[in-house]
């Protein structure tokens, strides 16, 4: 089954430094997403990527957060000024609509630490 | 929004037990997936299952989407079953965003 790809798996970073966690989602998905889950915590979205733009964003999705799709692979997730609060496990997951099969592949996490 | 609400918040079973985890839902989906967050932190997908019946091996899940409620069967259940289970769910009317329950933590002793 095809996987989707994530790293670094573990990230530790000073509060107010910049951080970019990056993901390689399912070769022919078309639609990427980023949640996080804050220890002991449930899932939760912060944003959905479609034609190389937004297309849904939660409110903890704020303007310290961004996303590109730097290249035809990679897909990144940047906090520019990290909080302690910003600690948690940020999944990356892609969909392809038509395969209705799978659903939402998610990709193993990247636990983030601030210090 | 729609909530998500799963149940029992907690189990604790012995080794070769069944088990059933339930997840209710209070409004119509186009998706529903099934979880397990294994110790490690990673999410699994066990079921994508909107409606119907599926099996995989030891695993079971039944969606009965008119009356908003999804049944994830757990038997012969083995250590390392252990984890955290979530349902997670798209609404209808145009979001693409998965909402997901609080999980059930599921304990298997030997």
């Known amino acids: 089954e095809p996987e989707v790809t994530q790293t670094p798996s573990h990230q530790v970073t000073q509060m107010g430094q910049e951080v970019i966690l990056r993901c390689v989602p399912i070769?022919?998905?078309?639609?990427f997403y980023w949640y996080r889950q804050i220890l002991g915590q449930k899932v939760e979205f912060l944003v959905s990527?479609?034609?190389?733009?937004?297309?849904?964003k939660s409110e903890i999705f704020d303007d310290q957060f961004s996303v590109e799709r730097p290249d035809g692979s990679n897909f990144t997730l940047k906090i520019r000024s990290t909080k302690l609060e910003d600690s948690a496990m940020y999944f990356c997951?892609?969909?392809?609509?038509?395969?209705?099969?799978?659903?939402?592949?998610f990709g193993s996490g990247t636990r983030l630490t601030v210090v | 929004g729609i909530q998500v609400e799963q149940s029992p918040p907690d189990l604790i079973l012995q080794e070769g037990a069944n088990s059933t985890l339930r997840c209710n839902f209070s409004?119509?989906?186009?998706?529903l997936q099934w979880f397990h967050q294994n110790p490690w932190g990673q999410l699994i997908n066990l079921f994508y299952?909107?409606?119907g019946t599926k099996q995989n091996g030891r695993l079971s899940a039944t969606t009965v989407a008119t009356e908003r409620y999804s049944l994830l069967y757990i038997s012969s259940s083995q250590t390392t079953d252990s984890g955290v289970y979530f349902c997670?769910?798209?609404?209808?009317?145009?979001?693409?965003?998965?909402?997901f329950g609080k999980g059930t933590k599921l304990t298997v002793n030997p």
């Open positions: 997951a892609s969909t392809d609509y038509r395969e209705t099969n799978y659903g939402y592949t």
């Open positions: 070769s022919n998905h078309l639609y």
């Open positions: 990527f479609y034609n190389n733009e937004i297309s849904e």
């Open positions: 409004d119509s989906v186009n998706n």
């Open positions: 299952i909107p409606s």
């Open positions: 997670a769910v798209v609404p209808q009317g145009g979001s693409e965003k998965l909402v």
